[in-house]
């Protein structure tokens, strides 16, 4: 997860996808980057939405 920096999102979301990532928070994470990036946010990982996806990985 840790290689995945806001600048390299562009070249990385059109073949890595969130299945890729064996853990399930960090597939909430990279799946919240790639959405945030794709409507023009920012991809930067933030503590209060990692928080979110996490919480949301917990309902599922």
């Known amino acids: 997860m840790g290689a995945v920096f ?3 999102l562009d070249r990385l ?11 399930p928070a960090h597939k909430a994470i990279y799946a919240a980057m790639v959405q945030r990036h ?3 946010g ?16 917990g309902r599922c």
């Open 13 to 23: 979301s059109s073949w890595l996808r969130p299945e890729h990532f064996s853990r």
């Open 6 to 8: 806001p600048g390299q």
């Open 38 to 40: 794709r409507v023009g």
């Open 42 to 57: 920012s991809s930067r990982i933030r503590r209060r939405w990692t928080t979110r996806a996490i919480r949301w990985i």
